[in-house]
């Protein structure tokens, strides 16, 4: 793989950096012998401003193709070289849980953000999020994570996703046509964007709830303006959830 070489360092004068490093072709090398660690990523990522460029163009990119090859295919298929939101934002989708705090997007409960070993996300499940006037998009859903025993909330699943093209999306027009609303104070956990909720401008079906095993109307997902989901359901018993996929 061919890198634009910048030795010299974005971040000031005075930076240590700037008395020599790693070309990119080393770094690059490096981390594809640890396999394109995130954790090792993110702490290069904190060095200074050269490297935190680095991380976002190349490593973080490298991250997301290396934990799931097919989606990022997918997802640059309409001749792109990025994504919306930036890798860093969709590594970081790949990877953790965001939870919930009170007070915030979903308020009724109290779940720490986490960082998940493996999740996998489903161009098939997607499209049970859509409404089916918008079911031409390309959504990409995981598994819900689930966190059991949430007291009066019971067992909890978070989920999230990501679309492909959304600047182009029916899903992105139908929220703009029915004038929804930005969610006053909370933004994307993983780019800051601005997030609609999907629950109030009516743009949840109830194939969503199936698909996850969850009540139907104990559901609640939102929209970032990069067009990454994240959501929570309240799931039902293992034997009430199986039944709801059998009548799907």
């Not at 929804?180 to 780019?191: E, G, I, K, R, S």
């Not at 009540?215 to 929209?223: A, G, L, N």
């Amino acid at each position: 793989m061919i890198l634009t070489k910048q030795y010299r360092c974005i971040h000031s004068s005075s930076c240590q950096c700037t008395k020599g490093h790693l070309s990119e072709d080393v770094i690059f090398l490096v981390f594809q012998h640890l396999n394109w660690n995130p954790k090792l990523i993110a702490t290069l990522s904190c060095i200074c401003k050269w490297f935190d460029d680095l991380a976002k163009r190349v490593l973080w990119k490298e991250f997301c193709k290396t934990r799931a090859p097919k989606m990022m295919l997918d997802l640059q298929s309409s001749g792109s070289h990025s994504v919306d939101g930036n890798w860093r934002a969709l590594g970081k989708l790949l990877i953790y849980c965001s939870g919930c705090s009170t007070g915030g997007l979903f308020n009724s409960i109290q779940i720490p953000g986490h960082f998940v070993y493996r999740t996998r996300f489903s161009r098939t499940s997607g499209k049970s999020f859509l409404l089916p006037q918008c079911r031409t998009d390309v959504l990409y859903v995981s598994d819900p994570c689930e966190h059991l025993d949430q007291g009066d909330e019971g067992d909890v699943g978070f989920f999230r996703g990501i679309f492909k093209s959304f600047l182009v999306s029916k899903v992105r027009k139908m929220l703009i046509d029915r004038g929804a609303q930005f969610h006053p104070t909370a933004v994307c956990p993983y780019c800051k964007a601005k997030l609609w909720n999907m629950l109030q401008a009516n743009m949840v079906p109830q194939s969503a709830s199936c698909r996850l095993g969850a009540y139907e109307d104990c559901i609640e997902y939102y929209v970032c303006l990069n067009g990454h989901m994240l959501g929570i359901c309240t799931l039902l018993p293992l034997s009430d959830s199986e039944e709801a996929s059998e009548s799907e």
